[in-house]
């Protein structure tokens, strides 16, 4: 159950922050103490009358428990010093650790909630508060990559560090912060993904590196996807394969790090459905504001799965976007800088632009699992292996049996 990091101090077992932060955001109610989230075990907090588990309030690191451990019916449930860990595999049956939760002997608690600031009356002052929060947030991931001689590692780039780049703004943000880092894109032959991350590259004057994906590729993935996650929901597991493929790539050629640009849709309203939310049934919201909140909320699982499958790759995923000062600015925001008629994530397209070339910061961008065509090929293996559409959850069926497939494969290898 160790994780592959060591604890921050004794009595801690802690990813994302030292023991003393968390514990300092117990005794206050701070939600966002700065970081990038954190996760884990912290021993004896001083209001809680044994140890914990802590998980932070936008889900940032994954964290797991024995379902059993959080049962107060049972008379020998697992002391939950005992049944965590951060990598749902090296457990029975776990559980996720709700965001923004502590969970001890007496039961899980929310204790962090993301604060509702409202939106902030000055509209020029809340697009700069988050132009210094991403350029802050942007530094940290600079200073991060370099060695401890200040050089950076010219054999890698960046020291240990690499991107995932789509050739949108949210991916073009972070690479223009690391100028020296490759840039990597996945994504099958033709596909719009591929495509925009070369026009970006090109204008960005950046190394890309372009991984093409296969059929073999693709059920190799899934499979591995499923296993890291638990998760066999088609959507799921294709949002999470051109992750892990992006991943395994950066691994082999040598990388630690893979920095992403998670969290922008969610906080600065890059999704279709906050444009016209009183119109739109995939929202309860009927504004552009409390419907980015809805989306905000979906974070926590989302990463799940994300830092999980980029985990199984070999690497360890950075999220500048997802620092507690950009999420701060960022929830701030009045809607008009969030949705703007028929363009979305406003605020960070105006902050990208002295960042990146006007067509990086004003590009459109395909939900991964459509941009990589990574949908519409598991689809045509489904309907190959005999799963046509016409059959309820089709592509669902067919990844169970990939799935199944892999298992007399591994136990002859135990």
């Not at 004794?10 to 117990?26: E, H, K, N, T, Y």
């Not at 914990?52 to 449930?77: K, M, N, S, T």
């Not at 596909?191 to 991984?211: K, Q, T």
């Not at 691994?251 to 016209?276: H, I, N, P, T």
Request: glycine share 10%.
């Amino acid at each position: 159950m160790s994780p592959t990091t060591p604890p921050d101090d004794a009595g801690s077992d802690l990813r994302g922050a030292a023991a003393d932060r968390v514990r300092a955001a117990l005794r206050d109610g701070d939600s966002l103490p700065g970081g990038r989230g954190f996760a884990g075990f912290l021993s004896g907090p001083r209001d809680r009358s044994g140890p914990v588990l802590v998980r932070d309030a936008l889900g940032r690191q994954p964290l797991f428990v024995e379902r059993d451990a959080l049962d107060p019916g049972r008379d020998r449930r697992p002391a939950v010093a005992d049944a965590w860990a951060f990598d749902r595999s090296a457990l029975d049956d776990p559980e996720s650790v709700p965001a923004g939760s502590v969970v001890s002997a007496d039961g899980t608690d929310r204790v962090w909630r993301l604060p509702d600031l409202g939106p902030a009356a000055d509209r020029e002052a809340a697009l700069s508060a988050v132009d210094d929060a991403v350029s802050a947030a942007l530094a940290d991931l600079a200073s991060s990559t370099r060695s401890a001689g200040g050089e950076t590692n010219t054999d890698k780039g960046e020291a240990d560090l690499a991107v995932a780049f789509s050739g949108g703004v949210d991916s073009g943000v972070v690479a223009a912060a690391v100028p020296d880092a490759p840039c990597y894109v996945a994504g099958f032959e033709g596909c719009h993904d591929v495509a925009a991350a070369r026009e970006a590259a090109s204008a960005m004057d950046r190394d890309l590196r372009i991984v093409e994906v296969t059929h073999e590729d693709l059920k190799r993935a899934v499979r591995a996807v499923a296993a890291a996650t638990g998760r066999r929901n088609p959507m799921d597991v294709a949002i999470a394969v051109p992750l892990y493929l992006t991943a395994e790539a950066v691994a082999a050629d040598g990388f630690d790090r893979l920095a992403v640009g998670q969290g922008a849709d969610e906080l600065f309203g890059g999704y279709s459905k906050v444009v016209d939310p009183a119109e739109d049934d995939r929202v309860d919201a009927d504004t552009v504001r409390g419907a980015r909140t809805e989306t905000v909320r979906t974070l926590a699982g989302q990463l799940e799965r994300d830092v999980l499958s980029l985990r199984a790759a070999g690497v360890e995923p950075v999220t500048p976007l997802l620092d507690d000062r950009v999420v701060a600015a960022a929830l701030a925001l009045p809607g008009d800088l969030l949705v703007d008629g028929d363009d979305r994530k406003v605020a960070l397209r105006r902050v990208a632009a002295g960042r990146v070339p006007a067509s990086v910061a004003a590009a459109d961008k395909k939900a991964v699992q459509y941009g990589t065509y990574v949908s519409r090929e598991l689809d045509r293996l489904a309907r190959r292996a005999g799963y046509k559409r016409r059959m309820d959850d089709h592509v669902g069926k067919y990844v169970e049996t990939l799935c199944a497939e892999e298992k007399p494969a591994r136990e002859g290898r135990n």
